[in-house]
């Protein structure tokens, strides 16, 4: 017999969340005392893929459980939204269902532009007026004199970074925190399902409070060192990559004790005990193991992220090894909380692993996963199924032309975790194996990539901070 469902749905996405072990510091950092509590109510996945090495790319799955787009939106912002919008998301199910539901974050990626508050009774990107802004007047002054300026002069990203900290491009997580709790304790006798996302970890990473003052002038402008290098595609020296993930690992202190906050909060207000908690990356972020940095890549690095759901139903404390992905988390959720919905679904339940009725599912499963990076006009897909993984760049020389495949490669990522040994040519039938499923797979998405921009005036704040993240 089943437990009774679940009352209420605590989704929680921090961007950039790695859970590939950073070189230099041991596997445990990645998973601060705030997160593991979280874990220790319940199970966790070691092996969890996303679907997208982008934000945009991996929140559909999330979302919806489909594939990921076949398109960026900064390819083509109205057919972007339209996949957004097809078809029943996470949240209209829930609302359908009778749930409150709520989403509170500042990723621009993830703003109503781009379909995302469609479901949502309360939707707070950060956009509307009355809600946590970050865009300050001086951030707007900045970036619009910046173009004008060389990228490489390092005072003004010494300026960027010092503005970084103290105004970042999105909100900070104590404050979200905030929102999220205040919304939370206000519909407490309703079934709710709430979304928080959390954008502390992503570049630029948002470590101040957890230095002293003398300390953090010289993080600062070490910090800002290391983003003009990145900026200008020089190589990091091994201590310039250890300083950046030793900042990355602040900024994950930072949001891991909020997320505790949030949870003693519940706790206190007696709504933990209703309610499941998913923690779950958008994507991980890359530390230089592939040559690059950020995200936007289909390396493991980049894909592998933590998954979470916790509850005292569930098996307390279990670590699963299943690989599973970022498009199962939909369905199972539906399973543990009882709502019918008869959707097409890219993802698996993973009830039966979480309720300890099996070890494994039973199917041997195909992941396929993107990256977009428009401006350079290039596209990135992983296939992997049972320990192999494909890797394929495609190129466009021209916006508008067909693809060129640059290379395919096929890596053993049980024995060669960190994909480091292309064996394509050791393995031919394996290659071939998911190289047809990769065609299968691109066959209806290689299309142009020549789309024009159609962003209107109403875009010029989503844009704003896209450009302060790095993006435009
Ligand atoms: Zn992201």
Known sequence: MDPEPIKNLLLITVDCLRSTPLAGYAAENLFPPGMQALADRGVRFDNALSLGGGTPEAFPSILKSCSPPPIHPQ???DAYRRFVSEGPSLPEIMHRAGFNTAAFHSNPWLSRWYGYGKGFEHFNDSFSPGEANPVSSMG??????KPAIPQSWLFLSAYDVWQAMADPPYTRAEVETELAFKYASQNRNMRQFIWIHYMDCHQPYSFRLWTTSQNERTRLLDYARIITKLRRNLALSPEGRASLALYYLLALRRVAAQ???LLSRFEKLGLLEETLVVLTGDHGEAFGEHEAYGHGFVDHEVLTVPLVFSHKTLDQ???SHEPVSNADILPTVL????IDSKVELVGTS????LRKRSTHLSQDRTFFSVAYTPPRREARYAIQRGGWKVKRLITFPKPGSSGLVAYDELFNVIEDKSETKNVKDEEP???RGLEEDLEK????TDKSWGAERTSGEDMAAVEERLRRLGYL
């Open 441 to 444: 797979h691109l066959r209806p």
């Open 140 to 145: 707007h002054i900045v970036n619009r004199i």
């Open 429 to 431: 039938e394996i290659y």
């Open 75 to 77: 390819q083509d912002p």
């Open 259 to 261: 997320i505790d906050l």
């Open 317 to 319: 404390g279990l670590v």
């Open 350 to 353: 993973l009830t039966s692993l």
């Open 335 to 338: 399973d543990l909380l009882h």
